[in-house]
């Protein structure tokens, strides 16, 4: 039985970004999806317990940019570099929220990791992806992915 569909994952995901930054989702699939380039950000963070993971949100700045402009009201203004990170931060750790509900036992979350750059690559030592979902925000895609060290099946 699986105990995480991406469907959940889509759900959850639409709901985190409406509620939060008042930015309206969509998953997108197929030709419509739109691979990241340039400097990116990621948030991260750690479900350990009856499960082993990690949930990362990974997105263009100017997504980021815009969940913090949303996210802390500051209309126009240009968000400050701690505004950016916190506002990702933070969908971050409400999406691994939501998601560790949803694991088997009991599961606690880390604090939520936020690194931006261009051209680097982030690894998860002992696990591998179980989802990578991507989404957009308008024209701005960004990236959902679950990372496993165990399978997402209930125990027989």
């Known amino acids: 039985m699986d105990l995480m569909a991406q469907d959940d994952i889509v759900t959850l995901t639409e709901e985190?970004?409406?509620s939060a930054a008042r930015l309206p989702v969509h998953r997108v699939e197929g030709a419509d999806a739109a691979v990241l380039h340039g400097r990116t950000i990621d948030g991260l963070i750690t479900i350990s317990g009856g499960w082993q993971g990690v949930v990362v949100?990974?997105?263009?700045?100017?997504?980021?940019?815009?969940?913090?402009?949303?996210m802390f009201d500051l209309g126009d203004r240009q968000p400050e570099l701690a505004d950016v990170q916190d506002a990702l931060g933070e969908l971050t750790n409400?999406?691994?929220?939501?998601?560790?509900?949803?694991?088997?036992?009991e599961c606690t979350l880390s604090l939520p990791a936020v690194v931006e750059g261009t051209d680097y690559?982030?690894?998860i030592p002992g696990t591998r992806v179980i989802e990578?979902?991507?989404?957009?925000?308008?024209?701005?895609p960004f990236v959902v992915s679950v990372l496993?060290?165990?399978?997402?099946?209930?125990a027989s």
């Open 57 to 70: 949100l990974q997105c263009d700045r100017g997504l980021a940019e815009e969940a913090a402009r949303q």
């Open 148 to 154: 496993g060290a165990g399978a997402l099946t209930a």
């Open 16 to 18: 985190i970004w409406l």
């Open 121 to 123: 690559s982030v690894r």
């Open 132 to 140: 990578r979902l991507q989404f957009a925000c308008g024209d701005r």
């Open 94 to 105: 409400m999406t691994g929220g939501n998601l560790k509900a949803l694991m088997p036992g």
